[in-house]
Nanobody
Framework: QVQLVESGGGLVQAGGSLRLACAAS????????MGWYRQVPGKQRELVAA???????NYADSMKGRFTISRENTKNMVFLQMNSLKPEDTAVYYC?????????WGQGTQVTVSS
């Protein structure tokens, strides 16, 4: 059984920062990419950022320069440092892991940015 546990969400004022963390455990084989997506009610889930096992990163345009993704391969963890948060960043953030054994999702963590 595979489990992705996210932490670090919460309420923050506009301009503030949060750091999300996701720990993957269980029968995951050969992790390739790890990433973060977000979703607001009534909209599709969208990519925030992703990082490959080799460290190549990919960001959605609106997050470039404000968010930083990193990972710790030995612990199967991925992090998202979010700075200069805006009210429009309010969403449920989901951890995603793409591996040879499958494509996995966390349960989501709420991020709310107040104006």
């Amino acid at each position: 059984q595979v489990q992705l546990v996210e932490s670090g969400g919460g309420l923050v004022q506009a301009g503030g920062s949060l750091r999300l963390a996701c720990a993957a455990s269980g029968s995951i084989f050969s992790i390739n990419a790890m990433g973060w997506y977000r979703q607001v009610p009534g909209k599709q889930r969208e990519l925030v950022a992703a990082i490959t096992s080799g460290g190549t990163t990919n960001y959605a345009d609106s997050m470039k320069g404000r968010f930083t993704i990193s990972r710790e391969n030995t612990k199967n963890m991925v992090f998202l440092q979010m700075n200069s948060l805006k009210p429009e960043d309010t969403a449920v953030y989901y951890c995603n892991v793409v591996a040879l054994s499958g494509n996995y999702w966390g349960q989501g963590t709420q991020v709310t940015v107040s104006s």
